[in-house]
């Protein structure tokens, strides 16, 4: 691997070969979001925690301090939204020059296998991938599903990771699911898994961060299950212990509920 790349890795993945990112990019097609209304306000007190931040260019301008030490993946795709039509119609919306002035560590884009615009996504990421080879920039695949929860299977999940992986994403963003495994098994390059829905069972969250390690992900890229958590620096601090510490998710929990109970007090 050219050392370019091999660098950029290294700052977003850790020694023990695992990852914790935080992900901020929910307001490039949801707009403002509950408790992501300042992404970089939301952010400040989790940044300790978390090895790297998934953030649109925008935010990250505007609301991020540019002295800060923790790793930036860009999103670099866009041009939907929540209100349009479909949400699969997506493009890369971020020049290589853009992602080099942020100083990014790698970048991410949405690929939506079995969407209406399967090929247009599909495609960016090829040519992204070429373009970020040159300058040794890793690509972040993201399995996106769009309103369509139920795709959420081993199956659809394990095609279009392998799809990604073979127009050549370094690491591939998607879903836990049953059978999880079988994913992982199936992509030639790591996983990462994504959070999905905010969940008000906070063990449950601890659970499939766990099992999703254990069964081949190299960590985890979570949003809303963490910054909308009602004491959300717990929560960070929790996930991180499950994925650099190897806690169990009933130990994970006992940190949690002491870190929230003593901001209580």
Request: hydrophobic share 40%.
């Amino acid at each position: 691997m050219e050392w370019g790349m091999a660098n950029r890795l290294a700052r977003t993945i850790k020694p023990d070969g695992h990852c914790f990112y935080l992900a901020l990019d929910h307001g490039y097609f949801q707009g403002p979001t509950h408790k992501l209304e300042n992404p970089g306000q939301t952010a400040q007190p989790l940044l300790k925690y978390v090895d790297a931040v998934f953030i649109p260019r925008g935010s990250l301008r505007s609301t991020f301090d540019p002295k800060m030490e923790t790793p930036v993946i860009l999103r670099v795709s866009g041009g939907n939204s929540m209100i349009g039509d479909d949400l699969s119609n997506e493009e890369v919306s971020v020049s290589i020059q853009e992602m080099l002035r942020l100083n990014a560590s790698a970048v991410g884009i949405s690929v939506y296998v079995g969407g209406k615009y399967e090929h247009q996504s599909i495609m960016a990421l090829a040519k992204l991938v070429d373009t970020c080879n040159d300058y040794g920039m890793p690509v972040m695949a993201v399995t996106a599903v769009g309103r369509e929860e139920e795709k959420k299977t081993a199956r659809y999940l394990g095609l279009a990771c392998r799809v990604c992986a073979e127009q050549g994403a370094t690491v591939v963003k998607t879903y836990y699911c049953e059978d999880f495994e079988k994913v992982v098994q199936g992509c030639p390059v790591p996983v990462v898994i994504a959070g999905g829905p905010k969940t008000d069972n906070d063990l449950e969250v601890m659970q499939f961060v766990y099992d999703g390690i254990q069964r081949g992900a190299i960590g985890v890229n979570l949003g809303r299950n963490i910054w909308q958590n009602e004491s959300p620096q717990a929560m960070a601090c929790a996930l991180q212990a499950i994925i650099h510490e190897d806690a169990s998710p009933e130990a994970a929990f006992e940190i949690y509920q002491e870190i929230k109970n003593s901001s209580k007090a």
